[in-house]
């Protein structure tokens, strides 16, 4: 039984898959070209423990510098008695030597394909032959089965692994496999593995090159050695790629006996054959599909060669709900990406660029839609071309996509592709709508049922909008807090220069302020002292700038809330030490009156939001996964989930609290009425300057509801939804009583804590208390005697 694992020099432990992991030290010789390593490993016993072991490793790198000295021999032994551990065999593919000398080259270049089609210089290929297949294994589809006699039944692949690559002369390791699962870790197997080298030939446009199997492994790999250098192989890259052609590296392998094999790269990147041309093979099904419409007047679609034409999706299909990303491969017979890295897609969405291939509302267009998680075992990513109409924003395609049935791969172009981009300047919360079906008849067995996708994304204009009102809405924020801050401090002043109205702040108001801004530092108070974040959420990755300035409006936040604790302090401590005991009493019995009014009514308020949430009917959530790769606004920042799921009752909360907090003035209202007090315990830069400050993002949200729209508001940070009640009704009942409320306590200063009361009622109120006061004159005079 061969086994197949990856041994690197560089990296200790070396580990076999599913066995043991050893540490190895040792020496390399380089005159016989022998290593030897020694070091230990612990193998588990059959009584559960851990047993230690002594192992050594020899390889042997053959002195050949040449394609027959490929291989590198060795077997990894216990030295120990006591060990079950078996030996075990060892046979992979050496790292060239520098010297490395190509002696199969005439023969390469004997031989070197069929030329029927256009292929690209490697001069048009960025950074040439070298860059193309250096790093990490290319996995291609191959399209036969014959030359290695193991392909049973399923889709065949091949891996290549450049070992050498100097100028145009290259070797290589091929390998095959029959397994769908491709993975990008090299695995040499000797039954199906190729040592290869060759050139490029400037006259053929492709790589030509001998590949030589490796024999005599069976009975023991340590007689393994490279020969029968009968098989060729030729690589080139395609000048013009098409909805069935789209590989941008493409080759053959073949030998007199065998046959030929045709394979196609998987995951090469197209960006860099910047000579690519693309075909439209599927003009006449497009034509017959999509039918035009008429322009849709005062609205602007996104133009076809801007970043706006990428997105990600949430697709509804009969069996559930998968998401997927879009992005163009070619926009007329250019690359998209090339467009967009050489500026022309960077303007402004909507008006039209000067490109060659575009010059109508009308544009071709190629698509790939690539399926995220889950993924689907049986059909693949779709790969699509049509038109797209600036106009009407509608974008129409025939799509293909590679289908597994009965354990047989087959490519189903049957698509249709129709997907309608929402203005620019659309305030919808969806970006596009569309649908993905089949044409076929739905006995045909690669008939797929109807799909329903919706995007989410933003435009790109939008992506830029949102950061500058981000920016301003924490630098309103700041400033917020910031006058919070010196409101807090004018007040504490005030309170200095006037000793005598410190008893007739309302406890209960203050109360209120100083866990209005405790409890968000509660929240994130980690955030002052931690340098990270989780990037989930953020609102977009590793953006430390905004990072900071949140820390900024956090700490700004703690200074308002030590001032609101100084002037709790304050308030506190002048009721304690009030000389006069009936006055003393006067005032705490105004402030449990307070106490007796206002604690019900929060109850009772939060016990309404609780009800409220708790009737909600869930509704089926899904949300798009952001990808990755993605570093930009474009994608929504956050995770896939389908379920059924009720609005939170922390977010209802905390609006409730934010409501409580706007009318944080109704304790003094209800003190200053009780009390029948005159004092000027509140300066009027306090409570009508902290008015304006909660008051403010209520106005600011009406102006924001009306420029932005809600598909924003997932980003909102000052006014935000999720700690205070925003609406268009509630921002105007809001400020409305908050105005009423400041209005009202400056005439209560001015005029009495009960001024706005009808004065019949005033009257029997001051009767009630001298009738009190003489109740209590008596009381003493007794008391006295």
Known sequence: MIQVTQIDG?????????????????????????????????????????????ARLMLTYSNESSIYGSLVKGVLESVSNQSDFKTVSILGARNTPLNYEYKLLEQANAECGRNSEESLSVESVLGGLCKVFEGRSHVYRTTDCGINRTCSSGVEYMSLLSLLCDGEKMKVVLSFSNTSGVSRLFSFDPR????????????????????????????????????DCSLRLSLRFPASLSIKRRAPVVGELWSAKTGRIEFSSLNDPLWRFSGLRYEYTESERVSKLCKSRSKSKGKHYPDAQTSDMRFV???????????????????GDRLYRELLVRGQGA???????????????????????????????????????????????????????????????????????????????????????????????????????????????????????SVWRMDLEIAMVL??????CLFVGMQLYHMSKHQETLPFISIAMVTLLVLGHMIPLLLNFEEIFKSSRNQESLFFENDRWLEAKEIVVRI???????????????????????????HRDSVWKAEKMVCYVC??????????????????????????????????????????????????????LKSYGGLMLDAFLLPQILFNGFSNSDAKALAASFYGGHSFVRLLPHAYDLYRSHSYGKILDWSFIYASHKVDYYSTAWDIVILFIGFVFAVLVFLQQRFGGRCFIPKRFVEDLRYEKVVELQETGELHKSNDS
């Open 347 to 465: 303007g402004v969405p909507g008006i039209p660029m000067n490109v060659n291939s575009v010059t109508k509302s009308f544009t071709n267009i190629t698509y790939r839609i690539r399926f995220l998680n889950p993924v689907s075992e049986s059909r693949g990513d779709i790969f699509a071309e049509g038109t797209y109409d600036r106009d009407t924003g509608e974008l129409c395609m025939v799509g293909c996509q590679s289908v597994k049935l009965n354990s047989t791969t087959t490519v189903d172009c049957s698509l249709a592709i129709r997907f309608k981009f929402s203005p620019i300047d659309s305030r919808s919360d969806d970006r596009l709508k569309g649908t993905i079906e089949s044409t076929r008849e739905k006995t045909d067995p690669l008939y797929v049922g109807r799909m329903e996708v919706v995007s989410r994304s933003i435009y790109v204009h939008q992506a830029k909008e």
């Open 10 to 54: 560089r990296r200790i432990p070396v580990s076999f898959m599913g066995g043991q992991s050893f540490e190895l030290y040792g020496f390399w010789s380089e005159r016989t070209g022998r290593v030897c390593l020694v070091g230990s490993a612990q193998v588990l016993s059959p009584f559960g423990t851990y047993k230690p072991f002594d």
């Open 313 to 331: 999706m949430s697709v509804k299909y009969p069996g559930g709900v998968r998401s997927a990303r879009a992005s163009p491969y070619f926009v």
């Open 479 to 484: 400033i917020s807090n910031t006058l919070s």
């Open 556 to 582: 700004v936040t703690m200074i308002a809330f030590l001032l609101e604790c100084r002037l709790l302090q304050l308030a506190w401590s002048a009721r304690k030490a009030a000389e006069n005991h009936h």
């Open 192 to 227: 199906s593995a190729l040592v290869a080298e060759g050139a490029w030939d400037v006259d053929k446009k492709r790589f030509c090159g001998v590949a030589c199997r490796i024999l005599n492994f069976t009975d023991s790999l340590s007689n393994a050695k490279v020969g």
């Open 599 to 652: 604690l019900p009514l929060y109850i009772t308020g939060g016990l309404i939001a609780w009800l409220v949430n708790r009737n909600r009917t869930p509704k089926r959530v899904v949300y798009i996964g952001k990808p990755r790769a993605a570093r930009n606004l474009l994608y929504r920042p956050v995770t896939l989930k389908r379920s059924f799921q009720r609005p939170s009752l922390w977010k209802d």
